[in-house]
């Protein structure tokens, strides 16, 4: 579907509920009967008066031109009722609520995917302001995309203030990458499942390690980020339970220079998305990618031959 394409409401049917957030908020699978296109669909309770509303509506239209391949395209809002209903590209795994990622690669994957996707947002002047499991969505195809809502339905203030740090609009965006990357370690290699994170005080979630980044100098190198972790961020890794310390894959020195990288209290020193993209943290899954080209171009090579 094109971005100048429009849907009617009356035209789509439900098909099933991807997922019901903490919040309330629910994500559907929808499928237009004319077209047969199948559609996500996010349901928000409307508490917005009519210049809200038309605020949306003007910042929809404007979201519905970003083309990225990390970001969720959207096509369309519908006001019906007391709700708010905004369609997008399908994505059949939904978001990342409640993922279990295992291995530190699909992370590295993820926050690859989600930075590329900031980018290009930040260098047309966008901030997305409410980066978090909750508006990422992932494929079948393993692709992994941003929902940007517009400032009007993002649930989250500008820039949340109070948590040890200092940000600006674009820098808040970084902040929140590396507190989403944390989240979805600590979920996934930990086995805890701390679901306040992703009630109405998100800011909750950066309490997990602020004394790592609380840094009383700046740093001075990568190598240094990662010399002297504070010891409650130790602990949070050293002491799970016996029958699950022994599961537990310990953090790659890169993923947490990554982390540093994206949450630094240091605004100066906090990398953009267009420099993060370039982190070692991604170096084996460049590799990796590097490798399945070279394995398609041999089988390609002994097909010609043959």
């Known amino acids: 579907m094109e971005a100048n394409e429009s849907v009617n409401f009356t035209d789509l049917s439900l098909k099933a509920l991807i997922k019901e957030e903490e919040s309330g908020e629910r994500v559907y ?32 239209q404007i979201v519905k031109q970003l083309d990225h391949p990390n970001l969720v395209k959207c096509y369309e809002v519908f006001f019906v009722g007391d709700m708010i209903y905004l369609l997008f590209e399908h994505m059949d795994r939904g978001s990342l609520v409640g993922a279990d990622i295992r291995s530190e690669s699909a992370l590295a994957s993820v926050a690859y995917q989600v930075l590329l996707g900031l980018a290009y947002l930040h260098e047309n002047r966008i901030s997305h302001n409410d980066v978090r499991p909750s508006n990422i969505f992932v494929n079948s195809m393993e692709e992994v995309k941003v929902l940007y809502l517009g400032r009007s339905l993002s649930k989250t203030p500008l820039v949340v203030s109070g948590i040890g740090a200092i940000h600006d609009e674009f820098s808040w965006d970084l902040w929140n990458v590396g507190s989403s990357i944390l989240k979805l370690f600590k979920d996934s290699y930990l086995g805890f499942r701390d679901r306040d994170i992703e009630k109405a005080n998100y800011a909750k979630g950066f309490n997990l390690v602020p004394s790592f980044f609380e840094m009383p100098e700046p740093f001075h190198s990568l190598e240094a980020q990662v010399q002297e972790p504070s010891h409650s961020l130790e602990a949070q890794v050293q002491e799970p339970s016996h029958s699950l310390e022994a599961q537990v894959q310990k953090p790659s020195t890169e993923l947490w220079t990554f982390l540093a990288c994206c949450m630094h209290t240091d605004l100066s020193q906090r990398w953009t998305a267009k420099e993060l993209v370039g982190h070692p943290f991604f170096i084996q899954l460049h590799l990796r990618t590097l490798e399945k080209v070279i394995k398609l171009l041999s089988t390609l090579v002994q097909f010609v031959v043959q």
């Open 29 to 60: 699978e929808v499928v237009n009967r004319v077209t047969g296109a199948t559609y996500g669909m996010k349901e928000f309770s409307s508490h917005y008066d009519s210049n809200s509303r038309a605020e949306i509506s003007r910042e929809i």
